[in-house]
């Protein structure tokens, strides 16, 4: 599940961000404790093998050996920075992406609430069927590519099951051939059965109808948009740079970055500290972030910070349905508000919030320049 910590950093403070680092879910120590327990074995076997399981000649080989892998982690060979911080950066904006274009029902509710008219079975029915067949379209769109939503709707059966889709929907759903995925035909049918609607009246005019298009059309496009970034991913060939640059850094780090023996004078090598703290640093900065990158590539999956699909689904087929029945005109009582005699009025404040009345109010930069 998302991991939220908005309200603990809502006010910067002394060691604000500090507290967050003390976290287990969701945190980069639960993310690559196996890789760096890894490198830290690795390391370790290394240096138990060049301290006490070599004749002195054989130290002497593996001096040189660890001298020329300490030039490459030194240098820019290999250019770990500009590689790992170019590719997360397109991860990170693919992310994002694929946040905004997770279809919401919001728009289409609301048009639909506010066009598609009668307080009748008739016209509670068309309302409630045209926000379902927006929500299965989502449905069917989520189970291709979010391993939490194909669990949940493992098959057709199973989203019937759940209301969204009825069976005789099901088999006119499947008696459509096509080698691609039909996640566009509830939308169809949303279209058709609003083009009938205004047949009978209950869309009362073209205006209407072509506002519940244009939604629609926003709608399937959003739906579109999520099929096409899990079908076009980053290039392989730059995550396996990226991949490849990493680990190989890492790999002459093992043993480029041994402590030799000081009393034979190496540059660079003048104490044996046994840990190698800094490289540990590095490991974890590099390859976190790296990781950072694998986590955020597809955030359809089942980690701690990927989307919660099925909770928005819960959320956007309750919601929706709530605007389009529950509460298509039923207002309350249209009454004269608290202030209509009083044309100069002021909202109250709290007494947590009074201080903020004694502050002048912003009317520009140069407003009181002289």
């Known amino acids: 599940m998302t991991v939220s910590y908005s309200l603990e950093v809502a006010n910067a403070r002394f060691h604000g961000f500090s507290r967050l680092l003390f976290?287990?879910?969701?945190?980069?120590?639960?993310?690559?404790?196996?890789?760096?327990?890894?490198?830290?074995?690795?390391?370790?076997?290394?240096?138990v093998f060049y301290r006490f399981l070599l004749t002195p000649r054989q130290q002497d080989l593996f001096e040189r050996v660890a001298l020329y892998c300490d030039q490459?982690?030194?240098?820019?060979?290999?250019?770990?920075?500009?590689?790992?911080?170019f590719y997360v950066n397109q991860a990170f904006t693919r992310w994002w992406g694929q946040y905004t274009s997770f279809p919401l029902p919001d728009n289409l509710m609301m048009v639909v609430s506010g066009n598609v008219h009668g307080v009748d079975d008739r016209g509670r029915l068309l309302r409630r069927t045209l926000m379902r067949y927006a929500n299965l379209s989502s449905v069917l769109i989520l189970r291709s590519i979010s391993t939490r939503v194909r669990k949940r709707f493992p098959t057709l059966e199973h989203v019937v099951e759940a209301g969204f889709m009825t069976t005789h929907e099901l088999k006119?759903?499947?008696?459509?051939?096509?080698d691609f995925n039909k996640y566009w035909m509830p939308l169809t049918w949303f279209s058709n059965l609003a083009a009938q609607a205004r047949q009978e009246g209950r869309v009362r005019d073209d205006i209407a109808?072509?506002?519940?298009?244009?939604?629609?059309?926003?709608?399937?496009?959003?739906?579109?948009l999520l099929f096409h970034y899990d079908w076009i991913s980053l290039p392989l060939v730059y995550t396996q740079v990226v991949t490849i640059a990493v680990y190989s850094f890492f790999a002459f780090c093992v043993i480029g970055r041994q402590?030799?023996?000081?009393?034979?004078?190496?540059?660079?090598?003048?104490?044996?500290?046994?840990?190698?703290?800094?490289?540990?640093?590095?490991?974890?900065?590099?390859?976190?972030?790296?990781?950072?990158?694998?986590?955020?590539?597809?955030?359809?999956?089942?980690?701690?910070?990927?989307?919660?699909t099925n909770q928005l689904i819960d959320r956007n087929i309750q919601v929706s349905m709530l605007a389009v029945d529950d509460m298509?005109?039923?207002l309350?009582?249209?009454?004269?508000?608290?202030?209509?005699?009083?044309?100069?009025?002021?909202?109250?404040?709290?007494?947590?919030?009074?201080?903020e009345t004694l502050r002048p109010a912003f009317k520009g930069s140069t407003f009181d320049m002289r």
């Open 23 to 47: 976290r287990w879910k969701g945190s980069i120590y639960k993310l690559m404790y196996k890789e760096f327990l890894v490198f830290c074995a690795v390391y370790l076997f290394f240096s």
């Open 259 to 308: 402590f030799l023996n000081p009393e034979k004078g190496y540059s660079g090598h003048r104490f044996d500290m046994y840990v190698p703290v800094f490289t540990l640093l590095q490991f974890f900065f590099y390859t976190g972030w790296l990781k950072v990158g694998e986590l955020i590539i597809n955030p359809f999956g089942e980690d701690d910070d990927d989307f919660e």
């Open 209 to 224: 109808l072509r506002l519940l298009m244009d939604e629609l059309n926003n709608y399937r496009a959003k739906c579109s």
């Open 328 to 330: 298509y005109q039923n």
């Open 72 to 85: 490459f982690t030194n240098t820019s060979f290999i250019p770990v920075l500009f590689v790992l911080g």
């Open 332 to 355: 309350a009582p249209v009454v004269k508000d608290k202030h209509w005699k009083n044309g100069l009025f002021s909202v109250p404040y709290t007494q947590s919030t009074a201080a």
């Open 172 to 178: 006119n759903f499947e008696s459509l051939h096509s």
